[in-house]
């Protein structure tokens, strides 16, 4: 079966700084990794996905994932966190494609000035 | 915005009720998921529809049980509700195939007393 951890249940930042979220997996097969950003009182946003070919993702707001098949991990990151950053993170897999997703119990990401 | 409509948007129940959720997608997506996500966990899948038949489960009881119409639209149905099943319940929509991003609703919040 699978599944993913999230470590940090929250990070705090200050505005600029550097962040990491730390995310780690399990699974037998090949997998499709994401992840998603929840703001407030709103759904889900495909922040950014994995399926295969270059182990470095990007999205189009500066935050980038690193796959790593001998550590099992997906760590997101971005070089400067801005206040608006402030949201839920969530990381999650799936041996199916990009639905029947398997989800990890978030971190919260906390920008202050 | 994704397009995905929820309703209603809050939602109060006492146990032992029977509920409907509401869910409207974007025209041409005919696969929809939901998910049930507890509060400070991450979502978890339910089931998924594909053109009116389900199309794989999650772990959950036979009580959750779903309807998917040729017009986009699609309900979640929970009978005899538990204490346990208040969360936010979120629908994703997607066009078929497993490379097709799943676009999600705002969610409806169930609390049950």
């Known amino acids: 079966a699978q599944s993913v951890t999230q470590l940090d249940s929250q990070v705090p930042v200050f505005e600029e700084a550097p962040v990491e979220l730390r995310c780690n997996y399990s699974?037998?097969?090949?997998?499709?990794l994401f992840w998603y950003v929840q703001y407030p009182n709103q759904g889900l946003q495909l922040l950014l996905k994995?399926?295969?070919?270059?182990?470095l993702v990007e999205s189009i707001n500066g935050f980038e994932a690193e796959f790593n098949k001998s550590q099992t991990s997906f760590h997101l990151r971005k070089p400067s966190v801005h206040i608006s950053d402030t949201a839920e993170y969530f990381c999650a897999v799936s041996d199916t494609g990009f639905q029947k997703l398997v989800f990890g119990t978030g971190t919260r990401l906390l920008v202050s000035p | 915005e994704t397009g995905v409509t929820q309703s209603p948007t809050h939602l109060i129940k006492t146990r032992g009720q029977q509920v409907t959720l509401r869910c409207s997608s974007q025209?041409?997506?005919?696969?929809v998921s939901w998910y049930q996500q507890a509060l400070g966990q991450g979502p978890q899948f339910i089931f998924q529809?594909?053109?009116?038949?389900?199309?794989g489960r999650g772990n959950f009881p036979p009580r959750f049980s779903g309807l998917q119409f040729p017009n986009y639209s699609s309900e979640l149905n929970v009978n005899a509700l538990e204490l346990d099943d208040s969360a936010l319940y979120l629908c994703?929509?997607?066009?078929?195939?497993?490379?097709?991003?799943?676009?999600f609703g705002p969610g409806t919040r169930l609390l049950v007393l």
């Open positions: 025209s041409g997506h005919n696969t």
């Open positions: 994995y399926l295969s070919g270059s182990t």
């Open positions: 699974s037998s097969v090949s997998v499709y």
């Open positions: 529809y594909y053109r009116e038949e389900e199309n």
């Open positions: 994703a929509s997607n066009v078929a195939g497993p490379q097709e991003t799943q676009y």
